[in-house]
Structure formats: structure tokens, C-alpha cells
């Protein structure tokens, strides 16, 4: 059952699943509340290799292209990207090692193996892949983040603080990195050393929504309840469709006590998001609401 009266600690899980602004999620893999990567990507040359509005007509296609083409691992990589859409891990886990038998060299196809090992429950080849990828491309952001989030969700919580601080270390310019750091030292209760992280990130990032967003998580962990709405709503003035920050900017109101507030923001991530809203709206109205256990 949600409980409206100390969201904090839930959307801190949360927010990890949908950290980013739109402005950078693209590039990056996002971890899902449950450690689960929620994607891996198709590898393309000149040219998409299939339509991606319809994944099991994009495997027909690409089937086709690989009796033309059976030696190109971009097509078995994006073959393996389709499946994993449909959820069929078993087989994107095939042609993804199909991609690696014919290149055994790119750092990305490892990356995606070992997304894929990730949702068949595989951790510790998961890990094994994602580690191999980073011994070929260790300027790898991607790969770096889903090595740290694997070993956050095997619950090794000092290798995980580690593992973010390296990634700052290693990528200094790269503001998600810096957000992430501060938010894995949130949820081990660091809270001080967090406050320094993603004050030292505001410095540098002064324009990007995803370092205000948690910076205000991080100032309504440390109870600093007006400051974090004033975080958030920065965030949402930088970028408008960031929907993460106005569910968290949702969350403080009703920890304010402006239920107001807090359903305007509703009505915006409701046209735009419909996960969202309904995991906001159980939480507006979870007095109301009659939780029944299967």
C-alpha cells in the first residue's frame, strides 16, 4: 500500500527509473524501479534496419535481410533488440550472441548481453558481460552506469557508492553521472556527503534539469522541504515535459500539504505519461482507495 505521509523514500527508488530530462535519456540505459534495464539499442549503419513502430513486423524484416546478409552482426543485434521489446528474452539472448560470434570486439553488443542476461534473472553473467564491454570501451558511459546499477541491485551498497563516485571520476562532464552519484549516497543516508555532490553538480550544470531534480530529492531527504519544491519546479522551468520532476514536484506538495498543488501537476503528466499519473493518483488518493491483496 502507498503511504502519502513519507513519499521521500519512495520516490527515491523511483526516481531511478526515470531520472533523466528528455534532453539526455536517450543516450543513456535507465534502470527501472526493480534493477531491471528497461532497454537495449539497435545498433544501425547508414540506415535503420527495420521500422521500429511495430517490433514483430521489424522481425520479419530483419529475418529477411539476414538470409541476404548472414554474416552482419548489426542485424542480429537488432533482431535481438526486437525480441527484447516482445519480452522474448530467450531469443534476443540467441541473436545477441549470434552479433558477438561474428564480432567479438564491439563493447556494445556485450553491453546488450548482458542486458538481456539481466532480465532472464542471469546476474552474475550479466555482470560478466558488462564487465567485458568495459574492458574494450572503458570511455563507455552506458556500460559504466549498468555495471554501478547491477551492483546496486545485488545490494552491495559500498560497491555501488563506489562504483557512482568512479563514474564522476571517469566522466567529470557528464551531469547524470553526478546525479547519480548524489542519489545512490541519498539512499544509503548519506545525506550530507549527497548535499555536497549535487551542490558541486548544480555549480557545473547550472542549466540542467536532471541535476535540480535531485537536488531536490536531496534537500527533501535532509527535510528541506520548500527548497526541494523550488528544485523541482526549476527543473520543470528548464525542461516543461520532464514528467519525473513534476510527479516528485507532486510528491513534496502533498507532503506540504497542498493537494492543490499537487493535482495540477496530475492533470500535466496525466496527458503526457499514464504510468505516471496512476502511480501519482494512488498516492493523492490512497485514503479513498480500497487496496484489495490477491
Known sequence: MYNTRTPS???????????????????????????????????????PVANGSDPAAAIVEIKRKILLNPKDPTLYNSLGTFYARLKLYENSLAAI????????????????????????????ESLTAIRHSIAIDQNNI?????????????????????????MVELFPKDPSSHVYYGLILNKQKQLKQATKVMEKALLLFPNDPSVHNGLGVTLVNNKHLKKGIAAFKRAIEI?????????????????????????????????????IADRLYKLMYSDKLVFVKN
Open 9 to 47: 523514500a519512495w520516490f527515491l527508488v523511483f526516481i531511478f527509473s526515470l531520472l533523466l530530462s528528455t534532453h539526455t535519456q536517450a543516450q543513456i540505459s535507465q534502470l527501472s524501479a526493480s534493477g531491471k534495464s528497461e532497454k537495449i539499442y539497435t545498433k544501425i549503419n547508414s540506415r
Open 97 to 124: 550472441k549470434r552479433a558477438i560470434e561474428i564480432n567479438p570486439t564491439d563493447a556494445f553488443l556485450y553491453r546488450n548481453l548482458s542486458v538481456v542476461y539481466e532480465h532472464l534473472n542471469r546476474p552474475n
Open 142 to 166: 552506458s556500460a559504466h552506469r549498468q555495471l554501478c546499477g547491477l551492483i546496486r541491485a545485488a545490494s552491495k551498497p559500498e560497491k555501488s557508492v563506489s562504483c557512482f563516485k568512479q
Open 239 to 275: 525542461d516543461p515535459t520532464f514528467m519525473t520532476a513534476r510527479f516528485n514536484l507532486a510528491i513534496a506538495e502533498l507532503e506540504n500539504k497542498n493537494k492543490t498543488a499537487a493535482l495540477i501537476q496530475y492533470r500535466v503528466i496525466k496527458n503526457s505519461n499514464a504510468e
